[in-house]
């Protein structure tokens, strides 16, 4: 089955917490993302994965960092959370970085 | 930015009408997706069209691209209250080899 599961769903958070958002995928896909998505903004990049240990940023990286140690899992790091990062959170994979994006259920993280 | 004329943001159709969402961008691309985003879900390919193709459908979907107008759309037939969703358009980037998303289109069909 193909899926992309996103793990928390729901967290909360205060300010100046760290926030850990883990992904994984049952695909073997190379290429992995992080989005935030806001009101009126639509989906914004924050970093591309193209595999292990190789990790670009995207338009919006500031804030944030990833790590990706195994194909199957990359994760999102919030170092001291913010409250302008309150905002829902999808990860996706894909084949290449130009192929069908696969988009888990997103984690809608709020920061008091 | 990598968007021209803004992309409609909202829109409102009754049950059974057809409905075209229109989308429009500066990136050179030969390939533009179409996703749609149920709520509390991922977005989700709905339908892919390449340069080659100028248009193709699938279901009562029907998308289109320009190339040289650098512009794409996508019509749905008859639409139903289930397609009630946010659609993206996101043409691949040809430079940078990525897929660039568009803001969406809220589209509502009312029974």
């Known amino acids: 089955d193909m899926k992309v599961t996103q793990m928390p769903r729901y967290l909360i958070k205060r300010m100046g917490e760290n926030v850990l958002l883990e992904c994984g995928q049952d695909?073997?896909?190379?290429?992995m993302y992080w989005y935030r998505q806001d009101p009126g903004l639509g989906l914004q990049l924050i970093y591309i994965?193209?595999?292990?240990?190789?990790?670009s940023e995207g338009d919006i990286p500031k804030g944030y960092r990833v790590s990706r140690k195994k194909r199957e899992h990359f994760s999102l790091i919030l170092d001291s959370a913010k409250t302008n990062q309150t905002s829902v959170y999808f990860c996706?994979?894909?084949?290449?970085?130009?192929?069908?994006?696969?988009f888990g259920s997103g984690t809608r993280l709020t920061v008091l | 930015s990598q968007w021209g004329e803004e992309n409609l943001q909202a829109l409102s159709i009754q049950e059974g009408e057809d409905v075209t969402m229109n989308c429009s961008y500066k990136?050179?691309?030969?390939?533009v997706h179409w996703y749609r985003q149920d709520s509390g879900r991922g977005p989700a390919l709905i339908i892919l069209?390449?340069?080659?193709?100028r248009e193709k459908r699938s279901g009562r979907l029907r998308a289109t691209l320009d190339t040289s107008s650098q512009s794409s759309s996508l019509s749905i037939t008859a639409a139903q209250c289930e397609d009630t969703a946010v659609y993206f358009c996101?043409?691949?980037?040809?430079?940078?080899?990525?897929?660039?998303f568009g803001k969406g289109t809220h589209l509502h069909v009312l029974p």
């Open positions: 996706a994979s894909s084949l290449g970085s130009a192929e069908t994006l696969y």
């Open positions: 695909m073997s896909h190379e290429t």
């Open positions: 994965s193209y595999d292990v240990d190789s990790n």
């Open positions: 990136t050179y691309t030969t390939v």
């Open positions: 069209i390449r340069s080659n193709e």
């Open positions: 996101a043409p691949v980037d040809t430079n940078a080899y990525k897929v660039i």
